[in-house]
C-alpha cells in the first residue's frame, strides 16, 4: 500500500515569493492534516479537513497561508509571500475516522516538504 | 489547549540497556496518546499508542504506561538497539482529533 505522498522534498525559495506543497493522501483516508515542524521541535496543525472541509484551521496564519482539498482527495497548502520565519519542514499526514466514532486513529505521515526562505 | 511537555531532549544509552522518555498532558479530556519515531530525512512514524482506558501496552521491546490521574505518559524501550537511534515523539489527542504533539527526544544508542 502506498503511503502519504509529498512533493516537493525540498524547496528553496527568495523571501516574498510563493510557494506550494503538495499531499497526496493514503486511498480511502478521508481526513487530512497539515503540519509545520520547526528545527528540533515537534509538529504543529496548521490545518485538518474531514473530506472537503477544513474543520480545523485555527492555527493556520491566514495572511499569507492558504489550502484546499479538492474533491476530498489531494491537498495544497500555499504560503503567499514566503517570509524568513517560514522555512521549516511541511508535513501532510493522513488518517481514516470512522463515521460518528469518538475513537482517535493512527495519523500516517508522509516525508515532508523542506522548505527555505532566503 | 493541550499542552504536552517531554522530558528529555536528548538520551545516550549503551546498546543492550533501557531507555524511558517522560511525558506529560494538560488537558484531562485527552484520551489517545501515541508515540512517533523520526528517521532523519523522514516524516514520523507511529511506534506504540495507548488509549485511556488501558494504563499499560506492549509491544515486543517497547512499552507505554499512562497514568491519567497525574496526567503523564511513558515510553520504554528494553534492549536497545543501534536501529532504535532516532527522535522519538509523544502526543495527545482529545476527541477532536488533534495531534499535540511534545517536543521530541533524541535517543542515541552506542554500541
Known amino acids: 500500500e502506498a503511503g502519504v505522498v509529498q512533493s516537493p522534498r525540498y524547496k528553496i525559495i527568495e523571501k516574498k515569493q510563493p510557494v506550494a506543497f503538495w499531499c497526496n493522501p493514503i486511498s480511502g483516508h478521508n481526513t487530512l492534516y497539515w503540519y509545520r515542524q520547526n528545527l528540533g521541535q515537534g509538529p504543529e496543525l496548521l490545518i485538518r479537513y474531514e473530506n472537503e472541509e477544513a474543520v480545523d484551521d485555527s492555527q493556520l496564519p491566514k495572511d499569507r497561508f492558504s489550502a484546499e482539498r479538492l474533491k476530498g482527495v489531494d491537498s495544497t497548502l500555499k504560503i503567499q509571500p514566503a517570509e524568513l520565519g517560514d522555512s521549516a519542514v511541511y508535513l501532510c499526514a493522513s488518517s481514516l475516522e470512522q463515521g460518528g466514532s469518538t475513537a482517535n486513529t493512527e495519523a500516517f505521515f508522509g516525508q515532508g516538504t523542506r522548505l527555505t526562505v532566503v | 489547549g493541550e499542552n504536552v511537555e517531554q522530558h528529555p531532549s536528548t538520551l545516550s544509552v549503551q546498546e543492550g540497556d533501557s531507555a524511558v522518555i517522560k511525558c506529560t498532558y494538560s488537558?484531562?479530556?485527552?484520551?489517545?496518546f501515541p508515540w512517533y519515531k523520526q528517521e532523519l530525512g523522514k516524516g514520523p512514524q507511529l511506534i506504540i499508542d495507548?488509549?485511556?482506558?488501558?494504563g499499560e501496552k506492549k509491544d515486543q521491546r517497547i512499552a507505554v504506561t499512562l497514568n491519567k490521574t497525574a496526567k503523564h505518559f511513558s515510553l520504554h524501550i528494553t534492549e536497545t538497539q543501534p536501529e532504535d537511534s532516532a527522535v522519538y515523539f509523544c502526543?495527545?489527542?482529545?476527541?477532536?482529533?488533534?495531534?499535540?504533539f511534545g517536543q521530541g527526544t533524541r535517543l542515541t544508542i552506542n554500541p
Open positions: 488537558d484531562s479530556a485527552s484520551n489517545y
Open positions: 502526543a495527545a489527542s482529545n476527541k477532536a482529533q488533534k495531534l499535540v
Open positions: 495507548i488509549r485511556s482506558n488501558v
